[in-house]
């Protein structure tokens, strides 16, 4: 067996070897492909990349018809059952699980970069009352640009292992601010004293207490579905920021992007429309004129299905156990029930049993975050908090990887050309 492939161009009769490696093969050996040396060559039309190879990468593993989802080899569920953020964010980085050591001198470099220049909050003060906190997050992550200038040396290690530890460090201050400013409330420093997760609870929703002391179950829940959120390869908000680092501005610019990707309903969104789903319904005995109307093509059921995993969605089971562990502490949400029920029935149901549709991970998360009193537009910040390391240890790769360029598609041209320009004047004469 040869691993190539022959290509016989029937416009000209002429056959091309194009190597296969890796199950790909190269965009740039089809661009020798050509009828005569005035045309261009072959190009691969590839709207939303859906199967186009864009980077080589080690940080995450899928595979969607088994329902796996590894983080440098380690499979999500050992990582949520045992790991921590962080860990979990050491390991997105540094590409291995650190010593005892490496782990204490990360936990306090992140611990002690919380804080943020006066000037940010000062900033982060200046939107209107009803901003969305992603708008926000988005803005005021690409202005951390402008407080370190120094990042634009992305050439420089240090320089880098720097600014991912201030973005992971400041993520949450900055996530935690955006909320604070739409409740009118006043911002509430970092506390160093607290783990990452519990830290970022304090300033969520600490008012005149001394030391805000949020219930331990509902911390590591919060820091489960960051493990669960922390990476997830090529999607939509990874490749924003691997496509704007690789005209090699600074990580918070490229950053900033990411989050800006992440803004849009069909990515971050959809946990807030299972959300609006479970309260439409209203009550369980609404439920099979629901499912009746999504089969009839009305509606989809939000929270099913997926583009990559076609099994299940391996997320979504450790949401649902860190789901009951929340509501041991908040009592039950009473949507529970209808998404209980929503699932039983659409799991034994034909049309999503054929279409392979199962819950993924945005099913439960919604009703989670409902639970610790977030409001929807919160639900995103939450996640981006969460994607991170995940986006860095990408950035990193990127920016070490000899064979990435600058990102620059081709297009197929369908406008006009030569056409020949009238002046304003005479054409409104
Ligand atoms: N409810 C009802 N029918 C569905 C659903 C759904 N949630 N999802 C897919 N289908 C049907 C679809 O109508 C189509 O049926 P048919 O073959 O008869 O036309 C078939 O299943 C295949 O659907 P598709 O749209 O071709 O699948 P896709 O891979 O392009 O879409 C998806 C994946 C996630 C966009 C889609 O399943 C969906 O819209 N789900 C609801 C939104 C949602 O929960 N999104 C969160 C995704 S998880 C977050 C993340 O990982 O970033």
């Known amino acids: 067996m040869t691993d190539s492939l022959t290509v016989r161009d029937n416009r ?15 965009a740039a050996d089809l661009g020798k492909i050509r009828t005569d040396d005035e045309t261009p060559g072959l190009a691969v039309y590839d709207p939303g990349f859906v199967n186009t190879a864009s980077c080589r990468s080690a940080v995450t593993y899928i595979d969607g018809d088994k329902g796996i989802l590894e983080y440098r080899g ?8 045992g790991s921590s953020f962080l860990e979990v964010a050491y390991l997105l980085v540094h590409g291995a699980l650190p010593t005892k050591a490496e782990y204490d001198a990360w936990v306090h470099e992140i611990t002690y970069h919380t ?21 926000m997050l988005m803005a005021s992550v690409g202005a951390l640009s402008t407080f ?35 409740q009118g409330k006043p911002f509430v420093y970092p506390d160093n004293e607290l783990s990452y997760t519990a830290n970022f609870l304090s300033m969520l929703f600490k008012m005149s207490e001394q030391r805000y002391e949020p219930d331990e179950r509902l911390v590591k829940a919060l820091d489960v579905l960051f493990i ?15 496509s704007v680092g690789s005209s090699q501005v600074d990580p918070y610019s490229a950053v900033a992007a ?18 609006r789903s479970l309260k439409r319904i209203g009550s369980k005995e609404n439920i099979p004129a629901f499912i009746q109307g999504v089969k009839d093509g009305n509606e989809r059921l939000m929270g099913f299905g997926h583009r990559v995993y076609k099994n299940y969605d391996p997320r979504a089971r450790i949401i649902k156990k860190a789901a009951e562990d929340v509501f041991d502490v908040t009592g039950t949400n009473p949507l529970l029930d209808i998404a209980l029920e929503l699932e039983k029935i659409a799991l034994e149901d034909e049309y999503f049993v054929s279409r392979k549709l199962y819950p993924n991970v945005d099913f439960y998360s919604g009703l989670i975050y409902e639970a610790f009193q977030f409001p929807p ?26 064979e990435q360029k600058i990102a620059r598609p081709k297009q197929i041209y369908t406008g006009d050309r030569q056409l020949t320009f009238t002046p304003a004047s005479e054409r409104w004469a």
């Not at 990411?258 to 959300?275: I, K």
């Not at 910040?381 to 240890?393: E, S, Y």
């Open 148 to 182: 370190y200038p120094e990042a634009a040396d992305i050439k420089d290690a240090d320089n880098r292992h720097m600014q991912i530890v201030r973005m992971i460090a400041k993520m949450p201050t900055l996530g935690a601010w955006s909320f604070r400013n739409a």
């Open 12 to 26: 000209t009769g002429s056959e091309y070897d194009v190597p296969i490696t890796d199950g790909t093969i190269k």
């Open 377 to 402: 537009e919160m639900f995103t910040v939450l996640f981006a908090i969460g994607r991170t390391p995940g986006w860095l240890a990408q950035w990193l790769e990127l920016v070490q990887d000899k």
């Open 258 to 275: 990411g989050v800006g990707a992440l803004y849009g309903p069909l990515h971050g969104g959809a946990n807030e429309a299972v959300l």
């Open 228 to 242: 669960l959120h922390a990476d997830h390869e090529q999607n939509c908000s990874t490749n924003a920021v691997r």
């Open 74 to 81: 380690y499979p999500i569920e050992q990582l949520a059952e």
């Open 115 to 135: 804080f943020v220049h006066e000037n940010v909050k000062t900033f982060m003060e200046g939107f209107r009352y009803d901003a969305h906190p992603m708008g």
